[in-house]
């Protein structure tokens, strides 16, 4: 961006008209995701070159693939304290850069081991970014905006994961894996520089202008409501896990991330292994069902939630009527399991994974509903460490029933039960979806 754009962007905030920035802010947020996420699909892109290069098998494969799910779910709970703490810029540019130097070590990693803490690295580094992002949201939208700036973010993990794998997979065949890794590394400080170039906080601005920003569409009610979230005393952590609605939520969400990380992980080689389609071809079928999933992520989960909520709608209903509705699409994973041709495969898991992620935003967009701003940064690092406990368990089950059974019906089966306990969270624990009291959370 030239620096007359910059001044303009900065004027736009500070000189009191900062309603058109915030969509600036989310295409931003939604930008970082999909760099990041071309981290991430390395691997299992680059899976048949490591295996050629480090002589790794199905078992040390699922080791890798969880390794950055490992820090990435040590670091959520704090992440989430000291977001709420230090505010979403100053966490986010040193994460970016962060996960930039692990992409890098990546491509130079020697052996499996340097590559095993690359990879460790790297969730360090994006251990952030969606509790953040959440953050960031809650700060910059009305709740009836909230949706789709919630969906620009989620929506590009699933572009990512349907443009990154043929795109990463091209320029595995053409320049080798470890350049592969160089090229995000490159996009990933190119980021870095664009974050620091446009993000502000929007505490910022005057009180008077934050009201603007949220206020959108919606009643005078947000101008006495965000001067009351300005006050309100952040929730310690301990009390959080306490409260049956943000586990309902932790708890749906972390079933929703398994499906998420099973086929973010294996769906090139199950395509490859179990159904014999070559490994290019593989590369290019599996970015089907990311397509699907990033139009439900959009239309649905984005556009349609804030619609209907924008005609009148009742907000909980709609929040819930997709949200439990997209997870009992996620059940088609089941039909996965007993699948003997590509498209048998490939549409149940399209159904699956586009009904999953038409409910994400609304799920991403529920910390900032629940709890105040002061405390967004908490829920949302609850909900990331059950969803990375997910992440850490979906590549290494997968591993061991592929390695030990030699075919994925067991992994598909695995993944289907643990969305229906995922289902009943939701119904029983979270319910109506509307503000926890936050005096009685903190007696």
Not at 165 to 193: K, N, Q
Not at 202 to 219: A, F, I, Y
Not at 343 to 357: N, R
């Amino acid at each position: 961006m030239h620096g007359s754009q910059r001044s303009e962007a900065l004027n736009v905030l500070e000189a009191g008209s900062p309603e058109p920035f915030r969509w600036t802010i989310g295409l931003l947020l939604g930008l970082g995701v999909l760099v990041n996420y071309f981290d991430r699909v390395n691997l299992s892109v680059s899976h048949d070159a490591l295996q050629h290069s480090f002589g790794v098998t199905p078992q040390v494969f699922g080791q890798l693939s969880a390794a950055y799910s490992w820090t990435y779910a040590a670091c959520q709970l704090p992440t989430g304290v000291i977001l709420d703490q230090l505010g979403v810029r100053k966490v986010s540019l040193y994460s970016i850069a962060i996960w930039g130097i692990a992409s890098a070590a990546a491509a130079l990693a020697p052996g499996v081991l340097l590559f095993f803490v690359a990879r460790l690295l790297l969730g360090i580094g994006e251990a952030p970014t969606f509790p953040a992002n959440a953050k960031a949201v809650g700060l910059w939208f009305p709740q009836s905006e909230r949706s789709l700036a919630t969906a620009i973010f989620d929506g590009a993990a699933k572009f990512a994961n349907a443009i990154g794998v043929p795109l990463l997979g091209l320029l595995l065949l053409h320049i080798g894996w470890r350049m592969s890794f160089g090229v995000t590394a490159l996009l990933s400080f190119g980021y870095l520089a664009l974050f620091w170039w446009l993000y502000r906080e929007p505490e910022r601005l005057s009180l008077r202008n934050v009201v603007q920003v949220r206020k959108g569409g919606e009643s005078t009610e947000e101008e006495s409501t965000v001067f009351m979230e300005a006050a309100s005393p952040s929730v310690p952590l301990r009390k959080l896990l306490r409260q049956p609605k943000v586990l309902g939520i932790a708890i749906g969400f972390g079933s929703y991330n398994y499906v998420f990380y099973l086929l973010l992980t294996w769906l090139p080689t199950y395509l490859a292994d179990a159904l014999h389609v070559p490994l290019m071809r593989s590369f290019l079928f599996t970015s089907a069902p990311w397509l699907v999933a990033t139009a439900g992520d959009l239309l649905i989960g984005g556009f349609l939630v804030d619609w209907l909520i924008h005609r009148g709608y009742d907000g909980d209903r709609v929040r819930r009527t997709v949200l439990i509705g997209g997870m009992c699409c996620g059940l088609g994973i089941f039909g996965a399991a007993f699948a003997h041709t590509l498209w048998e495969a490939l549409i149940p898991i399209s159904i699956a994974i586009g009904g999953l992620s038409a409910a994400a935003p609304v799920g991403w967009s529920v910390p900032s509903i629940l709890v105040p701003d002061s405390s967004t940064g908490r829920v949302g690092g609850i909900i990331n460490f059950s969803n990375q406990l997910s992440a850490i368990a979906a590549p290494i089950l997968t591993g061991y029933t592929v390695g030990r059974t030699h075919a994925y019906g067991w992994a598909f089966g695995i993944a289907g039960a643990y969305l229906c306990v995922g289902i009943l969270s939701y119904v029983f624990l979270l319910g109506r979806i509307e503000r926890i009291d936050v005096r009685s959370a903190l007696v």
